[in-house]
C-alpha cells in the first residue's frame, strides 16, 4: 500500500529525496544529451541543472549516512500517494525548446513544494536545515530556469534555437503532411469524380473514394517512411514521417469523399466540388504560412492543379 507523506519516517524522507534528486539529474541528463545538437545552449543550461541535482544528492546522502548508516531503503515517487510523478518527456520524439522549459521549471516547482512538506515530517534539526536548504535551492533554480530565457533571448540564442525549431517542425511535420495532403486531395480527384459522372450514382462513387484514399494513404506513408532514414538530412524518424504522410494522405481524398454519403447524387456533387475548394485552400494557405510561397502564387498552382485532374476525371467518366 502506497503511504502518505506524513506517514515517512526522517529515513524514509531522506531516502526519498536521495532518489528524487538522482531521477531529475538523470532527466536533465538526458534531455540535454537529445537535444545537444539542435539547441546547444538550452543543452549547457541543463547539463548545469544536472550537476546542481547531483551535488544535492550527495549532501542527502552524506547526512543520511551520519545518520542511519550506508543502507538506503527503496522507496520512489509512486509509492507515496501524491507525491511528484514525471511526466516522460525525455522519450517524446519531438522535443521542442518550449516544452522543455516549460517542464524544468515544473519540475523544480514540485521538488520545492516537497523540500517544503518534508520539513514538518522531522524533528531533528540537521534534517530540517538541508531539506530547508534544498528548498531555497529549488526555488533558485526554478528562477534559473526563467532567466535561462531571458538571457537567452538577448544573447540571440533563443532565436536560433526557434529557427532551429521551426525548421524541424517543418521537415518533420509539415512536409510530409502537406505532401500527404496534396497527394490525397489532388490524385483522387480523378478516379472519384469519374466514378460520379460515369454511374450517376452516389454509392459508386464513395466506394471508389474510399478505395482511393485509403490506398493512397497507404502507399504515401510506406513511401515517405521508406525514402529516408533521416539521419543525414535531419527530417526526423521515418516511422513518424511515413505515419503523418499516410493519414494526411487518406484524409485528403476522404473530404470529398464523404460527401458522396448523401443518397441524392446532385446534392452530393455540389457538396463534394464545395469540399474540394475548401481542401484547395487549405494547401495553398500550408504552403504560405510554412513554405514561404507567396499566397498568390500557391493559390494558383494548386488550383491550376487540382482543376486539371478535376477536369480529367469529368472528361472520363462521361466518355
Known sequence: ??????DLTAQEVLALAIQSEEEDGRIYADLAERIGKDYPATAASLRTMHDEEDGHRHRLMN??????????PLIRRQDVKGFITRRPLWLTANLT?????????????????????????????????LLGDLAAEESKHYELAEEMDEKQKASGEREKE?????????LQIVQPGL?????GSVSTLAPVFAAAFATHQSRDAFLVGMAASLGAGISMGFAEALSDDGV?????????????????TTAGGIGHTLPFLISNFHYAMY???AVVAVELGIIAWVRHRYMDTPLLSATFQVV???????????LIGSA
Open 271 to 273: 457538396v463534394a466540388v
Open 232 to 248: 543525414l538530412s535531419g527530417r526526423g524518424q521515418p516511422l513518424l514521417r511515413g505515419t503523418v504522410c499516410g493519414l494526411m
Open 1 to 6: 500500500m502506497a503511504k502518505t507523506l506524513k
Open 97 to 129: 525548446v518550449s516544452m522543455i522549459r516549460n517542464e524544468v521549471e515544473t519540475m523544480e516547482d514540485e521538488a520545492r513544494t516537497f523540500y517544503q512538506a518534508a520539513i514538518a515530517q522531522t524533528s531533528d534539526v540537521a534534517v530540517r536545515q
Open 162 to 170: 526557434d529557427v532551429s525549431e521551426r525548421r524541424r517542425f517543418v
Open 304 to 314: 491550376v492543379g487540382g482543376t486539371l485532374v478535376f477536369i480529367v476525371g469529368i
Open 63 to 72: 547526512l543520511y549516512r551520519g545518520r542511519f548508516g550506508d543502507h538506503i
Open 179 to 183: 505532401a500527404g495532403l496534396m497527394d
